[in-house]
């Protein structure tokens, strides 16, 4: 089955560190996002990537890193230069932006709280 | 930049009709788009507008007018799973998404 997995779903942070979360997808789609959601908030775009070594920054990019190695992987970094990460997180994918029916397809998220 | 506006909150009884009305404030876009989102779960697609008018699937209709800058979700014959968070989102020309903040549907017996 076609999907995007996000790993792990539950993470928990010192202050101070880094963590990576992970997002993979073999629907073969060119476009690949990172939101943000906080309790009963919408969601908010931190980054987003077209094509393979190209990113661009979203909304609230700051203390986040990502790569796009892989058409396939787009990896996010939660810094501790974030001074408020405990969120919960979505990867997304779309096949060509534009072009189609404008479904996004979501992760599971991943749930991340700073002790 | 571009936002859209949502009621925070709508409650209805089974078997009835509700509407989630979206506004936005955008210079450009390719459509507009509806997600449900249970509590803890991932957001899902329900509908997408390229063009004006109304799209139906199943017991869901989504609408767009480009000319008032509005669109609604339609959801009839309200089911107690229908209770949940329904997001819209316009799919702009830098080809990222942007979202509303929300409306929370709950059913009522």
């Known amino acids: 089955d076609g999907g995007i997995t996000q790993s792990p779903k539950y993470l928990f942070r010192k202050e101070g560190q880094n963590v990576t979360l992970s997002c993979e997808q073999n629907?073969?789609?060119?476009?690949m996002y990172w939101y943000r959601q906080d309790p009963g908030q919408g969601l908010r775009l931190i980054y987003y990537s077209q094509i393979v070594n190209d990113f661009q920054k979203g909304d609230i990019a700051e203390g986040y890193s990502v790569s796009r190695e892989k058409k396939e992987s787009f990896p996010l970094t939660v810094t501790s230069a974030q001074k408020n990460p405990t969120a919960f997180y979505l990867c997304?994918?779309?096949?060509?932006?534009?072009?189609?029916?404008?479904?996004?397809?979501f992760g599971e998220g991943s749930r991340l709280t700073v002790l | 930049g571009q936002s859209l506006e949502q009621p925070s909150e709508v409650t209805a009884v089974e078997g009835a009709i509700v509407q989630i009305n979206c506004t936005y404030q955008t210079s450009g876009f390719y459509g507009l788009s509806w997600y449900q989102q249970h509590d803890g779960g991932a957001p899902t697609f329900l509908s997408y507008?390229?063009?004006?008018g109304l799209e139906e699937t199943g017991r869901f209709s989504s609408f767009l007018s480009r000319s008032d800058s509005y669109g609604y979700l339609l959801l009839q014959e309200l089911q107690m799973k229908d209770s949940a968070s329904y997001f819209c989102?316009?799919?702009?020309?830098?080809?990222?998404?942007?979202f509303g903040p929300g409306t929370r549907l709950s059913v009522l017996p």
């Open positions: 989102a316009v799919l702009i020309y830098g080809q990222n998404f942007v």
């Open positions: 629907l073969n789609h060119d476009a």
């Open positions: 997304a994918s779309i096949a060509s932006p534009g072009q189609g029916p404008g479904e996004l397809f």
């Open positions: 507008n390229a063009l004006d």
